[in-house]
């Protein structure tokens, strides 16, 4: 781990790098998922089977894209008992915190206007989960079952095929979170497909969930088509801590985000040199015998870095500026900070709240704004699976009240139709 202190000339140029390290696009990948979107716009199912032949290495007959209803009861026999009360767990602490985030559609009277919001859910939603180099039930959980508390009375999933069936984690996550449909497809065409419709896929109103830069960038040139959560890149967690910290608990959190990916990111803020040069041993101590070893050590090795700060108002700073996915405060007292962190994803408080709390048990969703847009993201929630209507009635009595100063206002910017509509109830 780089350990940077205020005294180095490198101490702004490396946080400035951080700050605006927001992933780009290059022009190839986006020039590869352009094609593939008209390919399955214009193709449909076709073109769905051809893409996943190519890029998944597998061929599917378009009655095979949907899993069905026998695939699902088989996947709990697939996984133990206590794996299965785990995931069960897992969506009553979920389900709880998100059912505090409803709102309701309002009203209230202005005279005798009637003025207020109609809040509803969308009518279909598609939740996007990753294959690979894991499995991620806990995401499925965390995008479906916002969804469900919400309302949507159409949920979707599709993740990649794999040779040997989809993951019986996934198809057990996606029947405890309420999933409707589920489609063995991924990739680029996966969203194409959610966003435009297929004779098999029907289209979806929003598309959520993590992916990689094919996904992301698929979302991010299709917004508009369809609604999107956000773009998010790769996983990140930033610890501000004291010289009372542990450095064994830090340095096990900063690995705890970089097994997710080589590109995954973590950053140590702190008020004491000597604890940033333990936590930066015990890493390489702690990084042996992981499972995800060389993940992890590529994740440390290319983006980690450790600033060493004089003051905790100043860490608090360096923390604002970076405006990470994930913000662990492993400080005395951290409640006393709250009020000063302005941008981050997720707030863990503490020295005992590990990031992997927060991952699957705690409730909050763990589906966060990452390279830098928490600073004007916000995490995925009940929110993202509704719309509102504004709601406008008016009494003649009412409109005659205001009825001057709309056609004034309408007349200044040159809308006479504007002003004749008003006038026109009183003719």
């Known amino acids: 781990m780089k350990i940077v202190t205020q005294a180095d000339r490198s101490f702004l140029p490396s946080l400035k790098k951080i700050a605006l390290r927001g992933r780009t696009t290059g022009a190839a990948v986006e020039k590869t998922v352009q094609a593939i979107l008209r390919g399955v716009e214009q193709g449909g199912d076709k073109a769905i089977l051809r893409y996943t032949k190519q890029f998944d290495k597998v061929a599917l007959k378009p009655d095979a894209l949907r899993v069905t209803p026998e695939e699902i009861k088989n996947a709990y026999f697939h996984i133990r008992k206590d794996e299965g009360d785990a995931l069960r767990l897992a969506a009553q602490r979920i389900t709880s915190f998100h059912e505090r985030q409803r709102t309701k559609t309002w009203m209230y009277q202005d005279g005798d206007a009637t003025l207020g919001q109609l809040v509803g859910p969308v009518d279909a939603v598609g939740v996007y989960v990753p294959g690979g180099k894991a499995v991620y039930p806990s995401s499925v959980l965390m995008c479906a079952i916002p969804a469900k508390v919400a309302g949507v009375p159409r949920i979707v999933m599709v993740t990649p095929p794999q040779k040997g069936g989809i993951n019986p984690y996934l198809l057990v996550a996606a029947d405890i979170a309420g999933v409707t449909e589920i489609y063995r497809v991924g990739g680029v065409q996966a969203v194409a497909a959610l966003a435009y419709g297929t004779n098999t896929i029907a289209r979806v109103d929003k598309i959520v969930g993590p992916g990689n830069i094919y996904v992301a960038t698929a979302k991010r040139l299709l917004y508009g088509t369809v609604g999107i959560d956000m773009v998010a890149g790769p996983s990140e967690l930033l610890v501000v801590a004291d010289a009372d910290a542990k450095p064994a608990h830090v340095a096990a959190d900063l690995l705890c985000e970089a097994e997710h990916d080589e590109d995954a990111q973590v950053f140590l803020v702190t008020t004491s040199e000597r604890l940033a040069k333990d936590v930066s041993k015990l890493i390489e101590s702690q990084l042996k015998g992981l499972q995800r070893e060389k993940i992890a050590s590529k994740s440390i090795a290319r983006h980690s870095v450790a600033f060493v700060v004089t003051t905790m108002d100043e860490a608090i700073e360096v923390a604002n500026e970076i405006a990470a996915e994930h913000l662990t405060l492993s400080v005395d007292n951290p409640f006393d900070y709250l009020g000063k962190i302005r ?85």
């Open 343 to 427: 941008h981050a994803g997720a707030l863990f408080l503490g020295r005992y709240t590990p990031p992997s709390v927060a991952d699957y048990v705690a409730g909050p969703n763990h589906v966060l704004p990452t390279g830098g847009t928490a600073r004007f993201f916000s995490p995925l929630s009940v929110n993202d699976y509704v719309k509102v209507s504004n709601i406008v009635h008016y009494t003649k009595q009412e409109l005659a009240k205001i009825k001057d100063p709309l056609i004034r206002l309408a007349q200044i910017e040159g809308f006479d139709a504007h002003a004749k509509s008003a006038q026109s109830r009183f003719s």
